[in-house]
């Protein structure tokens, strides 16, 4: 059945945003005026984390899940909101495809949300690539470096393009001659990996914006000192550019529901989690915030729970654990082509995925649910299994057929969670059992991670990596905390490894400073900032119309 939409203002109404805060972005998009936040006191609702099991290469539906939970608890009763990272073009039109959920459990207008949404990702890399430009001038008009000290072989400030584009990984700049600039090494990111991209999601207010803007560290000058944003005079032009882009974004779930999409950092370089102000937002007009984090809960959900919780003061009332079979035959052992077939065996065995991070959240003191994405070729025997054996570890494990049945598939999985939410101490508002103190050294901090989210036996530091670390902790970033850069298709450092595990070391190759969005980020095997198109990308698929219809940008279609 086709889904009518409603008109924004409605969705908006249905939250309480005062008509003033209340800004049209075209049909069937808003942006919410920071005045909004101060309307309300903070924390009223509860937030629910949606993460996962460590997923297969593509991916378990965890956005599909989170938008169908905050389907099934609004036909509850409840007053729910979803918030949302906004998808960056680079996957849409890569391997993953659009990022606003499946089939009747979708945001909408989904093609818009996809593509240029209200604008926030090209003005991070407009914000970001202002930087760029202001770095190479000042070079240009102080080659020597004799103003500002600025070494142009200690620059590490690249470009940002949110487009998967591997030829712009590395490249040479300011050829040309004299009128070039100074020639260097340098190369692209993606958008989302930009750490204006993770300052956006982790300001609180316009002001807050702008002191982290003004900590980006671009380089080193040539006796080591940190050379920033502020330093080159960007600070204020930046922010101009993220005016509107601070603001949160509303829309709509296919049955009506309001949701929140606002910014999106890469899951691996930063955090993976949508913006601080739009979980406040909701917390201030919501009973229950319904957000997510990107890949497994040992990565995107540590990360929220390390970071963006840490540095916000929230903390989930519960978890939400999505998994599928096929996840879970997959790290049992079974190859992709064999996955849609029932094999109980390779089930039993992949189980222990889900296991360690069902343990982790234990240890942590949150309130668990694990949530079955079920398909087609699922078994009632093998789901059957999975729901005994989560029993006996004392969670709760329901299937969602929100893909096909919306908001009345995710029933079950909504009820669970209000049941998790009336265990959690304190309903999400207690000191919950820290895996670092701020005050711990950034050594200890790595190795705590490593430890308790990936059950590695210690970390190896490889090159300058500890030499970094013990600079950036005499510098005075010793309370900030760590962000792993890591493979999401293992608990390990490897992806090859699937399962769980055992006996392995986590080695870092690698030490960012992040010091404008406020973590130290340690980069493990090959992470890449710039991704690569596959072999058969997903914009092949896409088609338009004699009236300007999109189809295609979701699996599927």
């Known amino acids: 059945m086709p889904f009518e939409v409603r008109p924004i203002q409605a969705v908006a109404e249905e939250l309480g945003i005062d008509p003033s805060d209340f800004i049209p972005y075209g049909r ?30 593509a991916g378990e539906g965890k956005t599909t899940t989170s938008i169908a939970l905050s389907m099934g608890l609004r036909r509850l009763g409840k007053k729910a909101v979803v918030a949302l990272r906004e998808p960056s073009l680079g996957p849409v039109f890569g391997l993953k495809g659009g990022g606003t959920g499946g089939g009747r459990a979708q ?90 991209m993770a300052i956006l999601c982790l300001a609180r207010s316009r002001s807050d914006l702008q002191a982290r803007l003004a900590r980006i560290v671009v380089g080193r000058s040539h006796d080591q000192r ?16 993220l005016q509107d882009a601070i603001m949160p974004n509303l829309v709509q779930t296919t049955e009506g529901g309001p949701a929140l999409v606002h910014g999106g950092p890469f899951a691996n370089i930063a955090h993976g989690c949508s913006s601080v102000i739009a979980t406040e937002l909701g917390l201030r007009y919501a009973e229950i915030v319904v957000t997510e984090a990107g890949f497994g809960f040992d990565l995107g959900g540590e990360k929220f729970i390390d970071i963006k919780c840490r ?105 669970a969670v209000l049941q998790a939410i009336e265990k959690a101490p304190g309903h999400g508002q207690a000191p919950w059992q820290k895996v670092y103190e701020d005050h711990s050294p950034l050594v200890h901090k790595i190795e705590s991670i490593a430890r308790f989210f990936y059950g590695a036996n210690g970390v190896d530091f490889e090159g300058r990596a500890l030499e970094e670390l013990e600079r950036l902790q005499a510098e005075g970033n010793g309370e900030l905390p760590i962000c792993m850069a890591k493979t999401h298709l293992s608990i390990s450092d490897d992806p090859s490894k699937r399962g769980r595990p055992q006996g392995f070391r986590i080695t870092v190759r690698e030490i960012r400073l992040s010091q404008g969005a406020g973590f130290v980020v340690a980069l493990t095997g090959e992470i890449l900032t710039m991704p690569g198109l596959p072999k058969e990308p997903a914009a092949r698929r896409v088609r338009i119309d004699a009236s300007g219809e999109i189809r295609g940008l979701m699996q599927g279609e």
């Open 107 to 196: 945001l909408v207008p989904a093609t818009d949300i996809n593509l240029h949404f209200t604008g926030d990702i090209h003005a991070v890399g407009a914000a970001h690539n202002l930087l760029a430009a202001m770095v190479d001038n000042e070079l240009h008009f102080d080659p020597r470096g004799e103003k500002r000290g600025l070494d142009a072989r200690r620059i590490h400030w690249r470009r940002v393009l949110d487009m998967n584009d591997r030829a712009l990984r590395r490249i040479v700049i300011g050829l040309g001659g004299r009128d070039g600039g100074v020639p260097r090494e340098s190369g692209f990111d993606i958008t989302a990996a930009s750490e204006v």
């Open 226 to 241: 940190p050379i920033t944003a502020e330093d080159l005079g960007a600070t204020q032009a930046m922010a101009a550019l």
């Open 311 to 415: 540095k916000a003061g929230l903390f989930p009332s519960a978890l939400v654990l999505v998994c599928t079979l096929r996840a879970l035959k997959y790290h049992g052992g079974l190859d992709q082509k064999s996955l849609d077939h029932p094999n109980l065996s390779a089930l039993q065995k992949g189980i222990a995925n889900l296991d360690h991070h069902l343990e982790c959240a234990r240890m942590l003191g949150l309130p668990s649910v694990v949530a079955i994405n079920r398909f087609e070729s699922d078994t009632a025997e093998e789901i059957d299994w999975v729901r005994r054996h989560c029993k006996e570890q004392g969670v709760e494990a329901v299937p969602c057929t929100a893909f096909a049945e919306g908001g009345s598939g995710a029933i079950e999985v909504a009820e």
């Open 28 to 57: 069937g998009k808003a942006k919410i005026d920071l005045s909004a936040l101060e309307r309300r006191p903070l924390a009223q609702g509860k937030l629910v984390l949606v993460s996962a099991m460590t997923p297969t290469p």
